[in-house]
């Protein structure tokens, strides 16, 4: 099975600061049609996932453009350029390449 | 507006059956693959099982296999889980979500707890 291994596993983050989870997977998330498929949800607290970026680097419709993807292969990164309260939750990268599917552990963002 | 609504969570025996279904509206549910994901309580999410939007493919997390059957009806627009021998480990809210890339679409999730 792939491994998703996130890091930090918790992000103190100051209102207005930027903050970046890193996301990396034990083998390439490359596929043979040459999409990456790494994924990547919030879930604030009480709430179902929701997904934010596909593909890498592709954001949801209604997803701010403050949440930025960014990475190839095995190292990928999730950027929130300044960080409001409604971004409070945990977010997890997933792999879709390969089955099974595997998400990374989540890194709590909690504001400072 | 598209929607995903499960039921059929609740208290199960170990052991024992319970089957969820997840009723899909606002798009051509014939049309997706359908995927369960689950989170234990406290704890980070786990992908299930998926099935192709004819039902010819059908994928389960090693955990699950031999255990839980994932099915659809596109005539009702409903996604299934027959989770049978269940086990206290299988306690979690249980989402059916759209797709399998990536799912894009999550319903509110079903609580599952098995305890004698």
């Known amino acids: 099975d792939v491994v998703m291994t996130q890091s930090p596993l918790s992000l103190p983050v100051t209102l207005g600061q930027p903050a970046s989870i890193s996301c990396r997977s034990s083998?390439?998330?490359?596929?043979?049609?040459?999409?990456?498929?790494l994924n990547w949800f919030q879930q604030r607290p009480g709430q179902s996932p929701r997904r934010l970026i596909y593909?890498?680097?592709n954001r949801d419709s209604g997803v701010p453009d403050r949440f930025s993807g960014s990475g190839s292969g095995t190292d990928f990164t999730l950027n929130i350029r300044r960080v409001e309260a409604e971004d409070v939750g945990v977010y997890y990268c997933?792999?879709?390449?390969?089955?099974?599917?595997?998400f990374g552990q989540g890194t709590k963002l909690e504001i400072k | 507006e598209v929607q995903l609504l499960e039921s059929g969570g609740g208290l199960g025996q170990p052991g024992g059956s319970l089957r969820l279904s997840c009723a899909a509206s606002?798009?051509?549910?014939?049309?997706?693959?359908m995927t369960w994901v689950r989170q234990a309580p406290g704890m980070g999410l786990e992908w299930v099982s998926s099935?192709?939007?004819?039902?010819?493919?059908?994928n389960y997390a090693d955990s699950v296999k031999g255990r839980f059957t994932i099915s659809r009806d596109n005539s009702k627009n409903t996604l299934y889980l027959q989770m049978n021998s269940l086990r206290a480990e299988d306690t979690a809210v249980y989402y059916c979500?759209?797709?399998?890339?990536?799912?894009?679409?999550w319903g509110q999730g079903t609580t599952v707890t098995v305890s004698s």
């Open positions: 979500a759209k797709g399998w890339d990536g799912m894009d679409v």
């Open positions: 083998q390439s998330l490359v596929y043979s049609d040459g999409n990456t498929y």
């Open positions: 997933m792999q879709s390449t390969h089955w099974p599917r595997t």
């Open positions: 593909k890498v680097s």
């Open positions: 099935i192709s939007n004819s039902e010819s493919s059908t």
């Open positions: 606002g798009f051509i549910f014939s049309n997706y693959a």
